[in-house]
């Protein structure tokens, strides 16, 4: 069975610090990776994908890729309290296939 | 341009009620599925639909069914609730174009649906 794990927190940081999130995913097969952010009581929104080895940069967004070692993570540089939320990783295993989501890490950014 | 639609936002059914969840998007794409999110456990995939005119199952299909009416419309029916469908419902679509294009092919997600079963 394919399974994406993250780290389900709290995790914590202080405004203007780098936070974070890790993911792991169990096959080797995987293509495509995308990391959503879900506020309380709100539907999950993207904020970025990857699908190559290395590290791809969105504004304060960072996400990072390393297929060898099945590990895909998001890096948020000057972290605000308007990014306290879940983060949810998912993972494709075909072009135009199901995602599978991990369970989501809560971050809290404390001003 | 609405995006992905959802109604109800809210219900409370009795269990062994039936009821209807229907999701409608304008994006012209292709695939629709159906989640259900619960605490701690991420999004769960009910049934998913590829293409208009099919359906499929995906992780937790026990006690669902779906229809794809057309390609903008996507319902997901309880015959019977029970109180472990207690969750909350979204309904996500999706263009999948072809070829490497689909490598960046994400899910948008609609408000969702707040499903209390007594």
């Known amino acids: 069975q394919k399974e994406v794990e993250q780290n389900s927190g709290p995790l914590s940081v202080p405004e203007g610090a780098i936070a974070s999130l890790n993911c792991t995913y169990s096959?080797?097969?995987?293509?495509?990776f995308f990391w959503y952010r879900q506020y309380s009581g709100k539907s999950p929104e993207l904020i970025m994908f990857?699908?190559?080895?290395g590290d791809k940069e969105d504004g304060r967004f960072t996400a990072q890729l390393n297929k060898a070692s099945q590990y895909v993570s998001l890096l948020i540089r000057d972290s605000q309290p308007s990014d306290s939320a879940t983060y949810l990783c998912?993972?494709?295993?075909?072009?135009?296939?199901?995602?599978?989501f991990g369970q989501g890490t809560e971050l809290s950014v404390k001003p | 341009n609405a995006g992905v639609t959802q109604t109800p936002k809210f219900q409370v059914l009795k269990t062994g009620q039936s009821m209807t969840l229907q999701c409608a998007q304008d994006?012209?794409?292709?695939?629709m599925y159906w989640y259900r999110q619960d605490p701690g456990m991420g999004l769960r995939l009910i049934y998913y639909?590829?293409?208009?005119?099919?359906?499929d199952k995906g992780e937790v299909p026990n006690g669902y069914n779906v229809s794809r009416l057309n390609k903008r419309e996507f319902s997901l029916r309880l015959e019977s609730a029970a109180p472990s469908q207690t969750s909350v419902y979204f309904c996500?679509?999706?263009?999948?174009?072809?070829?490497?294009?689909?490598?960046?092919?994400?899910?948008?997600f609609g408000p969702g649906t707040r499903l209390t079963v007594l």
């Open positions: 996500a679509s999706r263009e999948t174009p072809p070829g490497l294009a689909a490598l960046g092919d994400t899910q948008y």
């Open positions: 096959d080797r097969g995987s293509q495509s």
């Open positions: 990857i699908y190559s080895n």
């Open positions: 998912a993972v494709t295993y075909n072009q135009g296939g199901k995602l599978i």
């Open positions: 994006m012209n794409h292709n695939s």
């Open positions: 639909s590829a293409s208009e005119g099919t359906t």
